[in-house]
């Protein structure tokens, strides 16, 4: 009888214990922002020309993929958890799209120095949990300890879009520096530097003096380009999240 008490005294404390970590109340996430932005420093740690970087490239990457990856810095989370603040959070939003739940929230506590990555339904697949977590581990941390957190961000979002291209891995070891390149490697190298110049001056004199012809020179490819910004016409589309990414403190 005193072994039933005991666990059931157990199963009610860890039912308390889920229950108060359950649900943030809407009322303790920041409004959606009107018009919708990808990067919201509420914690002020960003330059002005800083956030507007990351915008413009979270906004270009929205615009040829559909999928949007919201970034939400903010002083602290306390008394929630963070990851499912930041999950509460993009539901909330509705960052990604409707149907397709493409939704990506970077999430970080700046003053109790935890960050989270939370990726919608959609997203789970192309950026599973071990790729969220070594983003965490390997861009994130190190940056982040030195107060760097653009450059932790940068780097890390551009992880993420070419990992969910299927273009990357961050386990994929990086190139040795030249210094420690094989003998044979210096060997094909000085042999064909020396041949591709060769081959260059014979067509530049031979070929490229006797190709001139009196047509117009080349047309700049610029001459369309608009010299204003780009403004964002984007919107949360109304994706959903439901418990795949990594979180992590520095």
């Not at 610029?222 to 589309?237: M, N, P, R, T």
Request: hydrophobic share 40%; charged share 15%; no cysteine.
């Amino acid at each position: 009888m005193h072994r039933l008490s005991r666990w059931l005294f157990s199963f009610l404390l860890l039912l308390f214990a889920a229950g108060a970590h359950a649900t943030v109340p809407p009322s303790a996430l920041p409004p959606r922002p009107e018009p919708a932005r990808f990067v919201n420093d509420l914690a002020g740690v960003l330059t002005v020309e800083q956030r507007l970087a990351l915008e413009q490239k979270l906004q270009a990457y929205n615009d040829s993929t559909t999928t949007q990856i919201a970034v939400v810095l903010l002083k602290k989370v306390a008394p929630y958890e963070v990851a499912e603040y930041a999950q509460q959070l993009g539901q909330a939003w509705g960052v990604g799209q409707k149907g397709r739940d493409n939704g990506i929230v970077i999430l970080a506590a700046i003053e109790e120095r935890s960050v989270t990555i939370q990726t919608g339904y959609g997203m789970e697949a192309r950026v599973p949990d071990y790729v969220t977590s070594q983003i965490i581990q390997q861009q994130f941390q190190p940056d982040f300890r030195l107060k760097r957190y653009y450059e932790g961000l940068d780097h890390g979002i551009d992880v993420i879009i070419h990992r969910a291209a299927g273009e990357f891995s961050p386990m994929t070891p990086h190139p040795a520096p030249w210094s420690e390149q094989p003998w044979w490697v210096w060997v094909i190298l000085l042999t064909l530097v020396p041949l591709g110049l060769g081959v260059m001056y014979i067509m530049f004199f031979k070929v490229g003096l006797s190709g001139r012809s009196t047509g117009s020179g080349p047309r700049s490819t610029l001459s369309s380009s608009s010299g204003g910004g780009s403004s964002s016409s984007s919107s949360f589309g109304g994706g959903s999240f439901g418990g795949g990414g990594s979180s992590g403190r520095w």
